[in-house]
């Protein structure tokens, strides 16, 4: 009998701490500040109704309070982290729900921005280019007088058809003209996708093994806008200038999706450049059609100065 009466003895025992710890619970939810004015805002609440939903109450004194003290997103105590509760009371029944907190709702925002620019293998001043630091030399006034031109029109008529093809000698800011572009089409939440052209190819090839080729050129094909950097610098198979470069490019025409290209040659060495493959020989006519939607997805602008890099 012993063992049975202990426990008994037990249960009773903390039975009596939880009807005390309740009660005091009960005490400390009412007599809170802000319980205090949602209540005697809602002066028609029963008894029985207030009773009913102490954990409602308390859990909203708790979390409320913590929500107060918060001063970034990161620092939040709330249980769901960035949500503030909402005490609120519907055909007199008290309800309780969360809603997200100023903390949170500013970093979905920069989240949504930040994801605005996707890029594979850019350097990093690359993705931090902005048009306040592109020098005004007199070389390059008029393809800043250009990119300024774009981002106007885009502002005003929505995303022109054709993107440019930015060509001449290494370190003269080609690829850091994509940069700011796209820094600037991310402020009027429109998304770019930046791609070095190398790592490109080498990507692609290496998506073979995870099947996942065609979802990776359906990708290029539908973002806002496209940028291959350095195209002209990678060695290209006849399969990927005409099987993925070819109808990423021709897809995008169709589309009137603009595309933007920075290249040390100019579109007519281009040509050249991709009449020669990995397969050997010379193919004229198959270069030549990826010229013309090169041709149809942007606008050539040379771009001619001193060598930034040291
Ligand atoms: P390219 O693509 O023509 O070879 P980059 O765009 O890579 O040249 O520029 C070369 C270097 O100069 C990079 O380090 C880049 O950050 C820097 N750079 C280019 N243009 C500017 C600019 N307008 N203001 C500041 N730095 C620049
Ligand atoms: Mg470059």
Redo the contacts with the bound molecule.
Sequence with gaps: MKPVQSSLKKWMQENENFKERHLQMKEETLNDPKIQRFLSAHPNLSEQEIDVNLNKLYEYKTQSIQCSRCSSLDSCKNVLKGYTPILYVENDKIHLAYEKCQNRLVYEQDQEKHDLIQSLYMPK??LQ?SIG???NDEKRRPAIRQLLQFIEQTRSKGLPSKGFYYY?P???????FLGVLANELKKQNISSMLIYMPEFVREIRDSFKDDSVNEKINYFKNADVLMLDDIGAETQSAWFRDEVLGSILQYRMMERLPVFF?SNYNMDQLEEQLAVTTRGGVEKVKAGRIMERIRQVSEPVP?FSRN??R
């Design positions: 001043d690359i280019a630091k592109v020098e001449g290494f370190g003269v800011g080609k690829t850091y920075t771009l930034r890099r």
